[in-house]
């Protein structure tokens, strides 16, 4: 079989079960990279108690209670009915349970042991960890690892068991407490030094964001200096200084809630303002998209579980809801929130395409375009193309004579049939990026 090398640093992105242990063997069997590692316990589920002191993310997953829950129980079966869909053999996998089945036999610990876990960077990610407490022995924890590849060799240091592979790279600790840490030899050092009382560990603003959350999933991350790469129409999130939340549940309701610490109270005002009008936009746009529905049921009522308010200098959003519309839709949009602030996805300087509603007006020999509401676009870049239904179009808004596309802003293409299929194409100016606006279809389309 052939040897599996997986870096720390794509570790750090996997999850609980097969993707764990995957880790704990990329730790033990690659000398590069970042770390993994999952455990808040020690003072308690989810507490900071061992986390460096210049970290500036933590998150905290009650992994336990989200593996047993409907939730992702939910979530999983509808992820695998969508990728179903987009392909025409059987998938191996048919659940939720046989995907937790599959990974024991594979990894040989039962994922569902898997209790807690905590990620921690510092914003370079050179201290990075993961650290997690589990129902699984050590030995059985070390079996696993051995199994998929490298041999573990080990040294004891104040009650804890520091594991390395052949070659002498530290990547996994069994803490005195109970826990374990996957992480480099440098992480390994801080946070034994933070147990020793050598060092402090991580506190402040982002330790008391922290300490405010409670719930299955816990976050908080010092933004202030990270380029979130707002764009115009949540420009405001640029003087956003502390990003945390949580993921709770109470009976059958399950409910998202993000706190966004802005710069003063002003910069908050805007960012509760542009992000409502975002949502009004959207909701405007869903008739423009129906292929939305092939992946989100009712999107409108994901829209509707969304609220926005402001209190001070801080903007809260929630995303609230039963279990069926949380598993839905609602956890791709938690992970896509958590991975923007919390793991720096929010960081590409690519262009982003403007955001805009369009009214289409088909009189039965030409369609007139509408620019409703959104973003103001520049003509050059936005262009008519497809099927006139009596021939081909592929014409920008200035060749209309329009320059700068706005509330009101028209242009009426001629020679139209019922036959018609044309879209609205934004095009970047100089990187090639492009995206379809919106779209409309003649009724012999």
């Given at each position: 079989m052939a040897e599996r090398r997986v870096t720390r640093r794509t570790a750090l992105k996997t999850g609980a079960g097969a993707g764990l242990l995957t880790a704990l063997t990329g730790c033990l069997d690659s000398g590069s990279s970042s770390d993994n590692g999952d455990g808040p316990s020690g003072g308690g589920g989810g507490s900071v108690d061992v986390v460096p002191s210049n970290a500036s993310a933590v998150v905290s997953l009650d992994t336990g209670a989200l593996l047993d829950g409907e939730l992702v129980r939910r979530s999983f079966d509808r992820a695998l009915e969508l990728v179903q869909q987009q392909r025409s053999a059987e998938l191996p996998i048919e659940s939720y349970e046989q995907a937790l089945s599959m990974a024991e036999s594979e990894i040989g610990l039962d994922p569902r042991g898997l209790q807690w876990a905590q990620f921690f960077s510092d914003p370079s990610g050179s201290t990075?960890?993961?650290?997690?407490?589990?129902?699984?022995?050590?030995?059985?924890?070390?079996?696993?690892?051995?199994?998929?590849?490298?041999?573990?060799?080990?040294?004891?240091?104040?009650?804890?068991?520091?594991?390395?592979?052949?070659?002498?790279?530290?990547?996994?600790?069994?803490?005195?407490?109970?826990?374990?840490l996957l992480a480099e030899s440098a992480t390994i050092d801080s946070v034994l030094a933070v147990l020793a009382g050598d060092a402090e560990p991580v506190s402040g603003a982002l330790a008391d964001a922290y300490a405010d959350t409670a719930g299955m999933m816990r976050f908080a991350a010092d933004v202030s200096d990270a380029d979130l790469g707002g764009d115009e129409q949540l420009s405001a999130v640029d003087d956003a200084t502390m990003v945390s939340?949580?993921?709770?549940?109470?009976?059958?309701?399950?409910?998202?809630?993000?706190?966004?610490?802005?710069?003063?109270?002003?910069?908050?005002?805007?960012m509760a303002e542009q992000a409502n009008a975002a949502l009004t936009l959207a909701e405007g746009?869903?008739?423009?998209?129906?292929?939305?529905?092939?992946?989100?049921?009712?999107?409108?009522?994901?829209?509707d579980a969304v609220g926005v308010t402001q209190s001070g200098s801080t903007v809260t959003v929630t995303y609230g809801g039963s279990v069926d519309l949380v598993a839905e839709g609602g956890m791709l949009i938690l992970a896509a929130v958590v991975g923007s602030f919390v793991l720096g996805i929010g960081e590409s300087t690519a262009p982003v395409a403007p955001q805009a509603s369009f009214n289409w007006d088909y009189d039965g020999e030409s369609v007139t375009i509408t620019h409703q509401a959104g973003d103001v676009i520049d003509g050059p870049n936005l262009y008519v193309r497809g099927s006139t239904g009596n021939g081909t179009i592929d014409r920008s808004w200035a060749a209309y004579g329009v320059t700068e596309v706005s509330a009101g802003t028209s242009v009426t293409v001629e020679d139209v049939s019922d036959a018609y299929e044309l879209m609205l194409v934004w095009v970047g100016d100089s990187d090639g990026n492009s995206a379809v606006l919106s779209e409309n279809l003649g009724p012999d389309a």
């Open positions: 990075a960890g993961l650290l997690f407490e589990a129902d699984w022995s050590e030995e059985e924890i070390v079996t696993a690892v051995e199994s998929e590849g490298p041999t573990l060799t080990s040294r004891s240091e104040s009650g804890h068991t520091i594991y390395a592979d052949e070659e002498g790279s530290e990547g996994m600790v069994a803490l005195a407490d109970g826990r374990f939340g949580s993921l709770t549940a109470s009976g059958d309701t399950r409910t998202f809630r993000m706190d966004v610490s802005m710069a003063d109270s002003d910069s908050a005002a805007r746009q869903l008739d423009q998209y129906p292929e939305v529905e092939q992946y989100i049921e009712n999107p409108e009522q994901h829209l």
